[in-house]
């Protein structure tokens, strides 16, 4: 099996363990401070790279801006979003199924930033994403007493405002970043992360820190596994002309993140999660099959 046949495939299986990661490395340090020193390696290790291979730096003071900026929406504020989600108790399982919504928030705000209009079947497709995600998460929290409900809901917003983050993100780097390398542009990207987390986590959290070695995997797979070899097969892909293939396979990571979460962390699988989840997979694929996202 070559790996042209296979690495869309392994690029969506990567891509669903980042809800993992953040779950496993909870108990063992704070989200933020985490991210800062993911962050922080990543753009050191992309920076080594793009001058060992002689890749070319943006030419001009707006290019090394737009990838800071693109940054900043696509891995400070979502990354940091999310990560915090589920620190605060958010289920991996539904945090990756907001997350993987953002298609449809793309094609939402793309009538009104890049001037693309919706189809039919994509306005259906945005109704179906937003039916099934409340199929997914109304039932439990339902549940939940006035005190719980309120607790609950502010890591759910902010789950949602990081989707929506990223979202932006897709639309700016579409406008702002069709030129240059991507491996240049990377370093950037995670520079701008950095400048969102650090400051938030010396401002909110005590900067904890488990030198464990269940911190070490943690940290090693989000930098190895996320941040650079998910990102690398990316450029693989984009170069064999394959992204395509792996926007259409984001309708699998939902399911996915739920089985990881129920194998390794006995999250519940229950009926409504299914049902919302399949329903949203309809949604996003109803929504994604003519406007193609980068994710």
Do not use: C
Request: aromatic letters at 8%; zero cysteines.
């Amino acid at each position: 099996m070559t790996l042209d046949r296979i690495a869309p495939a392994l690029f969506v299986l990567l891509w669903s363990t980042g809800w993992i990661a953040a779950k496993y490395a909870s108990p063992h340090a704070d989200p933020l401070t985490f991210l800062s020193l993911r962050f922080t390696i990543a753009a050191a290790l992309f920076a080594v790279i793009t001058i060992v291979s002689r890749a070319a730096w943006p030419r001009t003071r707006a290019g090394f801006l737009h990838g800071i900026v693109s940054g900043v929406f696509l891995h400070g504020i979502y990354l940091g979003g999310v990560w915090w989600a589920i620190s605060q108790g958010v289920p991996a399982s539904i945090s990756g199924l907001i997350a993987a919504l953002q298609p449809l928030m793309t094609a939402v705000a793309a009538p009104y930033l890049v001037g693309e209009r919706l189809t039919r079947p994509q306005k259906l497709g945005v109704a179906l994403g937003l039916a099934g995600l409340l199929v997914a998460i109304l039932p439990g929290l339902l549940m939940l007493d006035a005190d719980l409900l309120r607790a609950a809901l502010t890591p759910l917003l902010i789950n949602v405002a990081a989707m929506a983050s990223v979202a932006y993100g897709t639309i700016y780097q579409k406008k702002h970043l069709q030129q240059g390398d991507l491996r240049a542009i990377a370093t950037l990207q995670y520079v701008g992360g950095v400048s969102v987390v650090l400051p938030m986590a010396l401002l909110i959290e005590p900067l904890r820190i488990d030198w464990s070695l269940e911190f070490a995997l943690a940290m090693g797979w989000s930098v190895l596994g996320l941040s650079l070899v998910s990102i690398m097969l990316l450029l693989y892909l984009i170069r064999r002309g394959q992204v395509s293939r792996a926007a259409s396979l984001t309708y699998l990571v939902p399911p996915a993140v739920a089985i990881e979460s129920w194998l390794l962390f006995g999250e519940a699988l229950t009926g409504p999660m299914i049902l919302g989840t399949l329903i949203a997979v309809v949604g996003v694929w109803l929504t994604n099959r003519r406007t193609r996202v980068i994710v």
